[in-house]
């Protein structure tokens, strides 16, 4: 996936970002997810029976209960707090100063405007101020940011505000450069166009090391 090298927002007329938290009732997480699967395959039958669909046909009948326990289980399962990674932290104890780059980390997200697929791939960095993060772990949290309904510029900030927690450092970056389904395949229905969104902070605001992130990622000044 070529990346510009002037990172920038393109956004469609429907992408509006409407804050940095996942809007969320505060009743949430009192049913249990078997219920929530419930609830969903009932309400997913009758629109499937709206549509004009046979569910009497084998192809389709179990459609509502596969759909429900994807979303609950798989898809949407960053909703929950409680799925969110253990982070495992080690000391730095070999004095590695530099940035570490976690490239091409895959995304599969959700636009929370339409419920199609945000398909991407994400770029992290950070520079340790002692501890060191287990390399997978930045891949389970990209993970778990994304396994909800979202807009690409709060995904990029969610990811990065985790990962400062987590390590506790400021130095981080974040790129995310994704195609939206809501794009490519309804509306404009424009196949080209990618969305590319960034967020720096601590030493990576300086436009050095801003730079090198960038170059070691494969951008180009």
């Known amino acids: 996936m070529n990346i510009c090298a002037e990172a920038v927002e393109i956004l469609d007329d429907d992408h509006i970002s409407t804050g940095l938290n996942t809007p969320m009732l505060e009743n949430a997480f009192l049913m249990s997810d078997a219920e929530k699967i419930a609830i969903i395959e009932r309400h997913f039958k009758k629109i499937m029976t709206v549509l004009g669909l046979d569910l009497s046909d084998d192809s389709l009948k179990n459609t509502p209960k596969r759909v429900a326990k994807m979303y609950v289980e798989e898809?949407?399962?960053?909703?929950?707090?409680?799925?969110?990674?253990?982070?495992?932290?080690?000391?730095?104890?070999?004095?590695?100063?530099?940035?570490?780059?976690?490239?091409?980390?895959?995304?599969?997200?959700?636009?929370?405007?339409?419920?199609?697929?945000?398909?991407?791939?994400?770029?992290?960095?950070?520079?340790?101020?002692?501890?060191?993060?287990?390399?997978?772990?930045?891949?389970?949290?990209?993970?778990?940011?994304?396994?909800?309904p979202q807009v690409q510029e709060r995904l990029t900030q969610q990811?990065?505000?985790?990962?400062?927690?987590?390590?506790?450092?400021?130095?981080?970056?974040?790129?995310?450069?994704?195609?939206?389904?809501?794009?490519?395949?309804?509306?404009?229905?424009?196949?080209?166009?990618n969305t590319i969104t960034v967020s720096y902070s601590g030493k990576f605001e300086n436009e050095k090391t801003k730079a090198e992130f960038l170059s070691l990622i494969n951008c180009t000044k």
């Open 75 to 148: 898809v949407f399962s960053g909703l929950n707090p409680a799925n969110k990674p253990a982070i495992s932290l080690f000391k730095n104890s070999y004095s590695y100063n530099e940035m570490l780059i976690e490239k091409n980390i895959t995304l599969y997200s959700y636009c929370e405007h339409h419920f199609v697929p945000i398909i991407g791939k994400v770029h992290v960095a950070y520079i340790s101020n002692g501890a060191v993060i287990g390399l997978s772990k930045i891949n389970r949290l990209v993970q778990f940011y994304a396994k909800r």
């Open 159 to 193: 990811i990065a505000n985790g990962l400062r927690d987590a390590i506790g450092t400021k130095d981080v970056a974040v790129m995310i450069d994704a195609e939206h389904l809501c794009v490519a395949s309804r509306g404009i229905k424009d196949t080209n166009s």
